[in-house]
């Protein structure tokens, strides 16, 4: 009984929404990254923003349920990107919530 209980809060956890921080590097910056990524992420439904930072790389942080924060990483990752990526970084956290939308920083 005790085993079931457990398995069901696993899947429980997976309908809980996460946060994806992740940092993208590349020729990512003056590409358009950040738009299309925005685009990206309100077509799954995730909320969050996209930033340049000083050192060349774009942070993502996005929010919503794991499996849709895995097809951004994922898009992140494909062929389809503006730029040039060469490294997606990624972090796994509890949401903080708050975002409206999807922004560019």
Do not use: K
């Amino acid at each position: 009984m005790h085993g079931h209980d457990s398995h069901h809060a696993h899947l429980l956890d997976l309908r809980r929404p996460v946060r994806a921080t992740a940092w993208v590097r590349g020729r990512v910056q003056e590409v358009g990254f950040r738009w299309w990524t925005r685009a990206r992420a309100l077509e799954i439904g995730l909320t969050g923003y996209a930033s340049n930072l000083a050192d060349g790389r774009v942070q993502v942080v996005a929010e919503g349920l794991h499996a849709e924060c895995e097809a951004l990483l994922a898009l992140l990752r494909g062929p389809g990107t503006p730029g040039q990526v060469s490294g997606v970084t990624e972090i796994w956290t509890a949401t903080e919530g708050g975002y409206e939308g999807f922004a560019i920083r």
